[in-house]
Every structure is written in C-alpha cells, then in structure tokens.
C-alpha cells in the first residue's frame, strides 16, 4: 500500500503559476511511477506528466508541455508538479497518482494504483 498526500494548488490568474506537491508514505521502496492526472467534473480524467522511478524519464500531455514540470525527490518520496503560464483551461482537480512495476503505458491514468485525495487547481482569465 502506498498513501499520497497533496499540497499546493489554488486560485491564480492566467500566466501565474502554481507548483503541487505529492507525498508518498508506505510501501515506498518499491520502484513506482509518479503521475499526476486531472479531471474536470463531468469529463473524462486527462493525463498531465509522469515520471520515471529514478526520476530520468518524464512524459508530458502536448496540452501542457513547455509549461509544467514534473520532477520527484526520492529521498523524501515526494513528487512535484510545478506549473508555469498557466491558463483557464487547466481549471481541474488535479491528482497525484503511483503506479507499481511496469506494464502499461504512464500516459494512461488506468495504469496507475494508487490515488491522492486530489487538489482544486483554478485559473481566472
């Protein structure tokens, strides 16, 4: 089992940004994915950026990249989203999500196994 607890996130104006958090406790010393994907209510989720167990590969939506960052810090087993030029269309609930061992693709949000209790991400126009 492995816990996730967000942070971070909020209200700010289009071209502001805003960096997530997301801290793992529990079966941590398995090799996991880290992804964070988001959802707007009544949408399907939509995946945001991934990254790698040893932090050397990172995946990113076409929606988003250039702008965010994904990066984790394995010694304090937390994960971090960090989120540039925001706009009005990255409104959602954005998750922090683990995936355990390697099959399936990062990009997926089926792939993943473990979920944090999500954080409301809002950018005003």
């Known amino acids: 089992q492995i816990q996730l607890v967000q942070s971070g996130g909020g209200l700010v104006q289009a071209g502001g940004s805003l960096r997530l958090s997301c801290a793992a406790s529990?079966?941590?010393?398995?090799?996991?994915?880290m992804g964070w994907i988001r959802q707007v209510l009544g949408k399907e989720r939509e995946f945001v950026a991934a990254v790698s167990w040893t932090g050397a590969t990172a995946y990113y939506a076409d929606s988003v990249k250039g702008r965010f960052t994904i990066s984790r810090d394995n010694a304090k087993n937390t994960v971090y989203l960090q989120m540039n030029s925001l706009k009005p269309e990255d409104t959602a609930v954005h998750y922090c999500?683990?995936?355990?061992?390697?099959?399936?693709?990062?990009?997926?949000?089926?792939?993943?196994?473990?979920w944090g209790q999500g954080t409301q991400v809002t950018v005003s126009s």
């Open positions: 999500a683990a995936a355990i061992g390697g099959v399936g693709s990062p990009t997926n949000p089926d792939r993943y196994d473990y």
């Open positions: 529990g079966r941590t010393v398995s090799p996991y994915t």
